[in-house]
């Protein structure tokens, strides 16, 4: 089974019963959230309307239970070295952490990651919810951590720093090389005349220190260590100094370890150090007018993506999203030189999908499960059949979904409407309906699909040609005749 950047279409669990075990080196998953709410995507995702319709109402137990068989099968394929991550909101997140647990083992639960997804707004009686919550777990105690680090606050380099002509460096106050308690081993030995132990203390050296050393530095031994730093000037011993200080000159690349808050704050530009951008802004939530939109609207900011990325896997890494949705996790994975997997259950997401990686860099793009023959498009949901037709025909998607005067779509170049029909024998009813739309959008051509028409339909036609109106009327099979190279993606540039 192929497992490096393709797409696979339809229900993620059957797809993931196919994977092997522990290929995966990262997994993000954004699922439908336990909300209650009738989403309506853009591009009409007919299966997750349905999805939110019929899944839920068992309640939450309901939905925990669909969401277990599919975690237990993404922790088979998650390598030990791997990490997960699970984007949920509050209406479910306690008890998705608890099935989690159960799964993963409460041990290997590393993080309940907050992250602001909006302003604030709302005018009920609570406070305003405004944020997510992001379930990490690792396979093991061995996974993947580039520890991540954001800027610091310039008021805490001011305090902490003192500028000189090299730049700056830390300020000799509580600059220690110790922690506290006493150590057995060689941490806890006397260097240099000073002897920790003494003291209920121990050598606690900074990484901060030597982690642009090379690897060889962490074989040393605690006092090699020592010795090694003090040979370099890191370590300065200061007459009526209780203790060896240390020394170091702040870097491009320095910064406090991201937390477990991810919280835009608007308005913060020029507290950090060495940039413009404002606290989290790398993570900030998508505004109505951001040029990423898409209109999905569980759709992800990229640099969220970016962050868990490159946090938790290395280039070449497999990623795995199994709710891809409009396709943010792997867009950034191939932008981040990773190799991907993406499934989701809707032919129009997985569509859009491909055509994000391919501007990201990808080609030849395979979407797996696609439906291929007239009984598969018989058994898609009505949405579904419709964004397949009007693709088929190299169109768009109308945008709007009350009030079309029964405009499904229209073609890409001239703007011509197009009305899909999922039944057989459709009748001179519908020909007439669809004159109507035509008139009341003053255009002069256009198309209605079906899987079959009547001998009425086929007269209406005739008889509004002779009153300069051209109705095509297309057949499914016939559009089945199409090759993929001839079915355009340009039905989703209106975005």
Request: with cysteine; aromatic share 14%.
């Amino acid at each position: 089974m192929k497992l490096e950047n393709i797409i696979y279409c339809g229900d993620n669990l059957i797809w993931l019963k196919q994977f092997p075990k522990k290929c995966i080196d990262l997994i993000y998953l954004d699922p439908p959230f336990f909300s209650n709410r009738y989403y309506e995507i853009i591009f009409n995702d007919g299966e997750e309307i349905r999805s939110f319709q019929d899944r839920w109402k068992g309640g939450i137990n309901h939905y925990i239970e669909w969401m277990k068989e599919r975690v237990f099968e993404l922790h088979r394929v998650l390598k030990d070295t791997g990490s997960f991550y699970l984007h949920c909101d509050w209406h479910a997140s306690h008890y998705l952490k608890v099935m989690c647990d159960d799964i993963f083992g409460y041990n290997n639960f590393k993080n309940e990651i907050v992250w602001r997804r909006t302003g604030t707004h709302g005018k009920s009686k609570r406070y305003s919810p405004v944020h997510d919550v992001i379930l990490f777990y690792s396979k093991s105690d061995k996974y993947t951590w580039n520890y991540p680090k954001k800027p610091y606050m310039k008021g805490h380099v001011e305090e902490y720093f003192i500028k000189d002509e090299k730049g700056w460096r830390t300020n000799y106050y509580g600059n220690v090389l110790t922690g506290s308690g006493i150590r057995k081993g060689e941490s806890g030995k006397a260097w240099k005349g000073f002897n920790p132990t003494q003291k209920g203390r121990h050598w606690a050296i900074p990484k901060s220190l030597y982690e642009d050393l090379d690897d060889n530095f962490s074989r040393l031994s605690t006092l090699q260590k020592l010795d090694k730093l003090y040979d370099l000037g890191f370590i300065k011993i200061v007459k009526g100094q209780a203790w060896p200080i240390y020394e170091r000159y702040l870097k491009p690349n320095d910064g406090q370890p991201v937390t477990d808050i991810w919280a835009y704050q608007p308005y913060t530009n020029g507290l950090l150090f060495n940039t413009n951008e404002g606290i989290d802004e790398d993570v900030r939530w998508m505004s109505p007018k951001d040029q990423e939109r898409l209109g999905y609207p569980t759709q992800k900011p990229e640099s969220l993506m970016e962050r868990i990325i490159k946090t938790s896997s290395n280039k070449n890494d497999l990623v795995l999203d199994p709710f891809c949705g409009c396709g943010t996790t792997i867009a950034i994975a191939q932008r981040l030189q990773r190799k991907w997997v993406g499934i989701d259950v809707s032919p129009s997401a997985c569509k859009l999908m491909r055509n994000r990686v391919e501007k990201n860099g990808a080609r030849g793009i395979e979407i797996v499960g696609l439906p291929v023959n007239i009984d598969e498009l018989k058994a898609l949901p009505p949405f579904e059949f419709q964004n397949w037709c009007v693709g088929a025909l190299g169109g768009t998607i109308n945008p709007k979904k009350v009030g079309d005067m029964g405009i499904d779509g229209f073609t890409f170049f001239n703007r011509y409407p197009i009305q899909v029909k999922q039944s057989e024998n459709v009748g001179r009813n519908v020909v007439d309906n669809f004159e109507t739309a035509l008139q009341r959008d003053k255009k002069d051509r256009g198309y209605i699909i079906a899987l079959s028409f009547g001998k009425g339909a086929y007269e209406e036609v005739a008889r509004v040609k002779k009153e300069g109106l051209f109705i095509e009327l297309l057949t499914v099979d016939k559009l089945l005749g199409f090759s993929e190279e001839k079915v355009s993606d340009k039905m989703f540039e209106f975005y």
